[in-house]
DNA sequence: CGGTCCGTTGATCCCTCTCAAGGGGAGTGG
DNA sequence: CCACTCCCCTTGAGAGGGATCAACGGACCG
């Protein structure tokens, strides 16, 4: 895979207080009061698809709070191997690790066009002294994302390929109970699920074929699924 | 997998600043101050093999902290699939969620004998608004799991089976350099990389006809490894 | 219009699962 | 002390899922 590195725009100074994703942030439930400690300015950032947004190892300069799009979580064994550890959308929060350590632990980057507000390592460590909701909630951060983290891994690397893929097309619904789920390239695909992109192409014509999933014209890889089929699948496949 | 129940036997109370495997813990730069906030006991508890610590959904009284042996965590996903997601042992932490949860989020379950102290929730809680050195360590800990959840799964679920398995023999080294490695029940092995246990006693049984590792006797699956060997092995598998 | 990227489809091979049988150690009861 | 059972590991033969190798088509772009 060739990594383009494509250079993020910062589009302003955020103003969290009418944030449209806030009910997910890591300010929820932040009082004005909790506010006015925030001292540096919260940029605002768009990444073009492709765009690393960190990189394994780079010196750690706040997280990200995703407003729109979707980014890979990367890691990059030492022995060379590459393998996609998780997607990460609205609301999440990537980069975690700038609350704790001096470096990021994996690559981040955008699939498509992602906007996401970063907050400085300071805001944060103020913050964390400061006020006992931004501390409470950076450890329900952590929670959170170990068992996102957890979920991947039970469930998208066991069983056949076709329930993997089941698994991850239901994963990747939009957000609620909506039946249409968005995916990526195939390349991306094997990645998440350990498989080869022929395979991965193979198995969603079939599905096509079988009428349990249906492209959506809008080219962004957008499938209206069948959720009952769909499940039902996802259930063939203990080891 | 048939799960016997076995009541832990609670040693005694622990004595946390003497504690033997203090430098990992979570207390290991506490001053006498932090010490004595510590108002409930610090129980310590031995499990025999095959004993439940807690499952999913069991409400949360404390966490864990592993003083020898192994444990493994299992998660039981909705479908009914099980998966061993990663082994934890000395100096680790079990039950994290319990700083921040009223709910175990997977079942952990002793593989050998396991001894570990329990530190209760009110007193994380305590320690967690009053000491900024427990605050700062929770959130390492919180760091750590997730580090490790990561490397288990880029590690162990792509490659070849014979490769996984070099790099399980490789993980599972007694602490530091050492050659010496420990591992468990075929079923346990083939619930952690993802193969039958068939294909996993014929890896290991090449593999002792190879002479990458040799059996240690002594009963319990400890194996004396070539490093320089598996360490070749576990470098072939990109996918 | 040629080049590149991405997805599709076919043919073949091999790794791993499945099914099946057998062996050894530990525990139990005679 | 020996039969018996149970559990766990081992080994073999056969089948199949997915990898690999290869060719092609369409979209986009210089």
Redo the contacts between chains.
Sequence with gaps: MKVTQIHPVTRGVSDCGRCTVRENSLFSDFTDEDFRLIQAPIEDFRFAPGAVIYKQGDKVNGLYSIRSGMVKLN?L?V?????I?RILRTGNIIG??A???QHY??DAIAINTVTACRIPVDVIECLD?ES?RL??K???K??E???E??Q????L???LARVRMARLLLKMRDSGESDVSSLFSLEDI??VL?M?IETASRIINTLLREGKIRRINGGDRHYQIDIAALEQE??S???
């Design positions: 890691r064994n022995d060379g191997t590459q393998r550890l975690l690790e609350s704790i350590s632990e994996n002294r006992p501390h409470r950076l450890m329900m952590w929670h994302t170990l068992i983290a957890d991947w891994f039970g469930e690397t066991n069983g094997g990645s350990g080869t996802s259930q496949g203990a080891l």
